[in-house]
């Protein structure tokens, strides 16, 4: 079962979500609706999804990033975004910790702004402390496309959309991207985007 994503404009998206309790970690209810994010993240398809963009407002995101999501990508890309393969997790109450200064900057894309991307600066290296779908403490650190998920997915938590750390003027619909600008560096994009 697929449940609807919520798409820019509506006010859960620019909610704070509220922590889960151990016990409520365990309950049914919340066990049901990690195994339906899940679902929802795999049918979309999506590399993350966070818990206020189907509707609960609750710190609460699943993850992972496919091999097959990026088989027709070039290797050469791939290295550029340092994106490799993200075995599937679950990310619940995070404390987004950023690791390294340096910031890449890369098109990316949100199941709620459907349809369109536009140009994020994130930091390259973070590291995130949190518990698992057991109610475990985990401490994740992450690198590259990994830690731009990460920064995405907990930004959804606080309210705060990629559009919202996006360069101005970079807001694109995905055709337009594809047809434009995907195969071009960034710093050539910066120049000609006015
Ligand atoms: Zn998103």
Not at 8 to 35: C, M, T
Not at 73 to 95: A, C, D, F, G, T
Not at 160 to 183: A, E, G, P
Request: with cysteine.
């Amino acid at each position: 079962m697929k449940l609807k994503i919520n798409q820019l404009g509506n006010p859960i998206l620019r909610q704070r979500a509220r922590a889960l309790s151990v016990h409520e970690i365990h309950s049914d209810p919340i066990q049901q609706l990690i195994k339906l994010m899940i679902d929802t993240m795999h049918d979309t398809p999506g590399v993350g999804l966070a818990a206020p963009q189907i509707g609960e407002s609750l710190q609460l995101i699943v993850i992972e990033d496919r091999p097959e999501y990026t088989k027709d990508v070039p290797i050469e890309q791939l290295k550029l975004r340092k994106r490799s393969p993200v075995p599937l997790h679950v990310v619940i109450n995070p404390k987004l910790y950023i690791e390294e200064v340096d910031q890449a900057e890369f098109f990316e894309g949100c199941l709620s702004i459907a349809g369109f991307v536009a140009l994020v600066p994130r930091t390259l290296a973070v590291r995130v402390e949190c518990l698992n779908e057991k109610g475990e403490p985990v401490v994740i650190k992450a690198e590259g496309w990994y830690a731009r998920i990460l920064q995405h997915e907990i930004d959804h938590l606080q309210g705060t959309l990629c559009i919202d750390r996006m360069r101005d003027h970079s807001l694109m619909t995905v055709d337009n991207y594809m047809r434009y600008w995907k195969d071009k560096p960034v710093e050539e994009i910066m120049r000609e985007r006015g």
